[in-house]
């Protein structure tokens, strides 16, 4: 496994990351609240605006987020934009897919970290922005595509070689940064419809961003009225080596655990720390195992294939009622949308499943 996976990710590739939720403010008058972005995750979907969106008053200034880009404590920090921006780095697929889907394709000048199965109905699109690099990005090569804006997950803003440089690093070289606030830990799916809104607002683009958050609304809606797995427990599982079985808690994957409870999953270790013995597992025996997918990884289902015969957990219920599942890394660790279509996927097998 890459270096830069055995940094990130020693279990499932996740990052570990404070609490730091996104607030929106903006100057006077540049500013108008969509109802769809009022309600709770748990809401019934509200319907989209019929009235024109409000247009974003430049110089525009919007909360985000900084940290020293060495520990894991986030704060606020203000960035301000005088006009939309016009050449972004996405440092994750996820987060070029999600520009995409705001019509902001050509305002990409770069992506990294393809890790996982890209969203097939971005994918044309996704082909004209330029891979800067496969697997994590540099801060060389972010600052040699010339971006006036960086953009993507949190953790990977530090001055390490699979980092593409702190925000305050970034911010004083006269690039702007947006952290998804869903990277962060304490992040829900609230969170995930701020980062949109406050991306409309940046880019302009605010009517689209208040249809797409309503869209993913009635998404949500769904799978919580299915809530596929009806109240069942879940761990993270991973291939330790020669088929091992490994664990990690996710507890700080809170955006994926929001996602995953519309499902009616909870995690079994959202409030463990540390490592996690094969005989915690055990005495823990929860009802379903997921393990990630994500390109360069071990064979998923030569891991699977390797826990279901290994005597040591037979015991557990997972394994009698073949409950271990295959979850892709970009779709739930890409701190966007496209964990509806992990979710989907997943909620369909827990049904067949019944």
């Given at each position: 496994m890459k270096k830069v996976f055995k940094r990130y990710v020693p279990?499932?590739?996740?990052?570990?990351?404070a609490v730091m939720l996104a607030a929106?403010?903006?100057n006077a008058g540049n500013e108008k609240e969509a109802a769809a972005t009022a309600a709770p995750a748990s809401a019934s979907p509200a319907p989209a605006e019929t009235a024109q969106a409000a247009k974003t008053v430049y110089p525009l200034t919007i909360e985000n987020h900084t940290n020293n880009g060495?520990?894991?404590?986030w704060t606020t920090k203000s960035q301000t934009f005088d006009k939309a921006p016009e050449k972004v780095v996405a440092n994750t697929q996820g987060a070029a897919e999600l520009?995409?889907?705001l019509g902001l394709t050509d305002k990409m000048v770069g992506v990294a970290a393809l890790y996982g199965a890209g969203d097939p109905a971005v994918q044309e699109e996704f082909k004209k922005i330029p891979v800067i690099s496969q697997d994590y990005a540099s801060k060389e090569l972010v600052v040699g595509a010339s971006p006036d804006?960086?953009?993507?997950?949190?953790?990977?803003?530090?001055?390490?070689d699979w980092g593409v440089g702190?925000?305050?690093g970034l911010n004083e070289l006269g690039i702007k940064t947006f952290v998804q606030s869903t990277s962060l830990q304490g992040a829900t799916l609230d969170s995930l419809y701020k980062d949109i809104e406050q991306l409309g607002q940046i880019f302009d683009v605010q009517e689209k961003a208040t249809a797409y958050i309503a869209e993913l609304k009635e998404r949500a809606a769904k799978l919580k009225e299915g809530a596929a797995a009806g109240g069942k427990t879940f761990a993270y599982v991973s291939d330790g080596g020669n088929g091992a079985i490994a664990v990690y808690s996710g507890n700080v994957d809170t955006f994926a655990g929001d996602v995953l409870g519309l499902l009616g999953l909870t995690n079994s270790y959202a409030d463990v720390t540390g490592e996690i013995s094969k005989e915690q597992l055990i005495a823990t025996n929860p009802d379903v195992l997921l393990i990630s997918v994500y390109t360069g990884g071990i064979d998923a289902d030569?891991?699977?294939k390797?826990?279901?015969?290994?005597p040591s957990l037979q015991s557990l219920k997972a394994i009698q009622n073949k409950a271990i599942y295959k979850i892709d890394f970009n779709q739930f660790w890409g701190y966007s949308y496209s964990i509806f279509d992990g979710a989907e996927k997943l909620a369909s097998e827990l049904a067949a499943a019944k």
């Open positions: 279990l499932l590739a996740v990052l570990v990351m929106c403010s903006s060495e520990g894991t404590e520009l995409i889907k804006l960086v953009m993507g997950r949190g953790g990977l803003f530090a001055d390490a702190t925000v305050g030569q891991s699977i390797a826990f279901y015969a290994d």
